[in-house]
């Protein structure tokens, strides 16, 4: 019988208001993701939401707001368990961390969902779509400047593959960065192994989208000629 005291009407319709308020700030966030083609896309952040919501939910109706900020401590870390999944490392490369941070702040607005805050869950999901979008033309114009006096940024290609098909490599990898604007300041070769040579191209531009550099790699990998590619990005003095 105590279900049924809990599941009354004003109750559901309370839960509902703020899942759905969590599905809906959810998706407008992983709508973002999913369209610049990131890890976590629009189901992941719609369904962290939705969770952090679903939990802080229960929490006030089972023990009021007090409940509630413990559940939303729980969450705010096992949030972070789910965004380290999202890191990844690549040579000298991390990738992913900006996935993590949305995930996290997907989470927050579900949290606030929860909470019958749906004001500031729509707020919180303003200012996520605002420092994803509007901040990224920032984050470009500052990444094409050098970082002091005498410390340049640089993304550098590096290609492994058959010394007698080095030249073939070579109009490949000028032909796949012309097809993503993304032109070679520098082109060295140099010995590796008996047989083979490693091709050292460094892009003019500092500023480098990591969805275009994944697919001009994916087209270099694909290569007979070539043994593997990977993307670095180092400081110059």
Not at 198 to 216: C, N, P, Y
């Amino acid at each position: 019988m105590h279900a049924l005291n809990l599941s009354n009407l004003d109750n559901l319709l309370d839960t509902l208001i703020s899942l759905a308020t969590a599905f809906i700030l959810g998706g407008l966030i992983g709508f973002e993701r999913q369209y610049r083609q990131r890890t976590a896309g629009l189901r992941t952040n719609v369904l962290v939401a939705i969770g952090a919501a679903a939990f802080v939910d229960t929490a006030m109706l089972l023990h009021g707001s007090d409940g509630a900020v413990r559940v939303i401590a729980y969450v705010v870390s096992g949030i972070g368990f789910l965004g380290a999944g999202v890191i990844m490392r690549d040579g000298g490369t991390i990738h992913g961390l900006n996935t993590a941070a949305t995930l996290w702040c997907s989470a927050a607005i579900g949290a606030a969902a929860g909470a019958d805050l749906i004001i500031e869950a729509f707020a919180i999901t303003i200012f996520i779509l605002a420092a994803n979008t509007l901040l990224r033309p920032i984050v470009r114009f500052m990444d094409r400047r050098p970082l002091d006096d005498d410390t340049e940024l640089v993304n550098v290609i590096y290609v492994v593959c058959d010394r007698l098909q080095s030249k073939q490599v070579i109009e490949q990898i000028h032909v796949a960065l012309k097809q993503y604007n993304y032109p070679a300041k520098d082109i060295e070769i140099e010995p590796f192994g008996e047989s083979d040579v490693e091709i050292e191209t460094t892009l003019l531009s500092t500023s480098i989208e990591q969805t275009d550099m994944f697919k001009i790699l994916e087209i270099l990998n694909h290569m007979p000629q070539v043994r593997y590619a990977y993307w670095d990005k180092n400081t110059m003095s």
